[in-house]
């Protein structure tokens, strides 16, 4: 179907706890952080638990640095109280390409890095990286903000 003969296509909000579902039913998202005072992005796989959004990732990886130093991530990037990590924000989706209808979400919160050895067992045994590189660290992200928008060719 062409874009001159598709219908109308509608953006609905989506609530909280519907795009948190959304993001919890993909596997493959982009993170966003501030790497040099420039933004970075880095497709990753994911997964939601508890309602944060857990990414697999190695020592000497970027993000894992400013989670586990958010101090050296520039002015404007992280909150200065204690143990609230960097700001991130996280995007998934899940947009059919010919119809271009599907649903987006966005999370923003702050990262901080997983530290206790169980937990680091439980996410390595929960999340598989998609490629062949050693994941020994792990970072969560901890929402404040959710926002999601379902594009549907009908009125909702």
């Known amino acids: 179907m062409s874009d001159a003969t598709a219908p109308p296509r509608h953006r609905v909000e989506l ?13 493959l998202g982009r993170v966003v952080f501030t790497r040099r005072a420039l933004p970075a992005i880095r497709p990753v796989n994911h997964v ?66 997983v530290t206790d050895p169980d937990e680091l067992a439980r996410y390595e045994a929960l999340l598989e990286p998609w490629w062949d590189e050693r994941m020994d660290c792990a970072v969560r992200i901890r929402p404040s903000l959710v926002t999601g928008v379902r594009l549907t060719n009908g009125a909702g």
């Not at 609530?15 to 596997?27: I, K, N, Y």
């Not at 640095?65 to 995007?91: K, S, W």
């Open 48 to 113: 939601v638990d508890g309602g944060n959004v857990v990414i697999r990732t190695h020592e000497g990886a970027a993000l894992a640095g400013l989670a586990a130093h958010p101090e050296q991530a520039g002015a404007g990037n992280h909150d200065p109280g204690p143990g609230q990590g960097v700001v991130v924000a996280y995007e998934a989706d899940a947009i059919d390409p010919e119809t271009h209808l599907g649903w987006s979400v966005v999370v923003t919160g702050y990262c901080t890095l």
């Open 15 to 27: 609530s909280r706890a519907e795009s948190l579902r959304l993001l919890g039913s993909v596997s």
